[in-house]
């Protein structure tokens, strides 16, 4: 079954700083992998999603991530840290061919000045 | 370009009551799925309508029902209300690839069971 693991419920990063969200995942076939944001009192936001092209995607709001197989990870950075990225990040599994979203339990990013 | 829009935003309803919770896709997408989002948790999958079928369900009881109809638009209907039923309730369109190409989620309805 689809799992996805989320390390740290709670990021605390100050402004200017390197962000670096965790996301761990298991999928018995090749999955497709999403990271969400979710800012208070609103529902999800794609910020970027992995569909077997490039190992290495670009999103919205300067994030990317990098798919490792090897490592069954699919981790989320943005160089540097804005106050408004303050929010609550979902990543997801989607087995190829079913069309269901499987979350994390979400990481809270805090950014201080 | 409208997005996913779902009414109400908020709604307080009493145990053992129905609530009907609604949701229009965004243009040019034809599956909708629900999902729960319990408070301080990630989204949980309840089902998803494609063709005005139910084709994939998760985990959920039988007190949670659904409709979609001709224009896509679709509504999650839950009996017999429950406190653990508290939720922010989540509505996502996508095409029939949306495993591939992304959901789009709307702003959700806060259920509130007292």
């Known amino acids: 079954a689809q799992s996805v693991t989320q390390l740290g419920s709670h990021v605390s990063v100050s402004e200017g700083a390197l962000v670096l969200l965790r996301c761990n995942y298991s999928s018995s076939v090749p999955p497709y992998l999403f990271w969400y944001v979710q800012y208070p009192n609103q529902g999800l936001q794609l910020l970027l999603k992995y569909t077997s092209a490039a190992t290495l995607v670009k999103g919205i709001n300067g994030f990317e991530a990098e798919f490792k197989k090897s490592e069954t990870s699919f981790h989320l950075t943005k160089p540097s840290a804005h106050m408004s990225d303050a929010a609550e990040y979902f990543c997801a599994v989607s087995d190829t061919g079913f069309q269901k979203l499987v979350f994390g339990t979400g990481t809270r990013l805090l950014v201080s000045p | 370009d409208a997005g996913v829009t779902q009414s109400p935003t908020h709604l307080i309803k009493t145990r053992g009551q129905q609530v009907t919770l609604r949701c229009s896709p965004k243009s040019g997408h034809d599956t909708v799925s629900w999902y729960q989002q319990a408070l301080g948790q990630g989204p949980q999958f309840i089902f998803q309508?494609?063709?005005?079928?139910?084709?994939q369900r998760g985990n959920f009881p039988d007190r949670f029902s659904g409709h979609q109809f001709p224009n896509y638009s679709s509504e999650l209907n839950v009996n017999a209300l429950l406190l653990g039923d508290s939720a922010l309730y989540l509505c996502a369109s996508s095409s029939r690839q949306g495993d591939r190409y992304g959901y789009t989620f709307g702003s959700g309805t806060r259920l509130t069971v007292v």
């Open positions: 309508y494609y063709e005005e079928e139910e084709r």
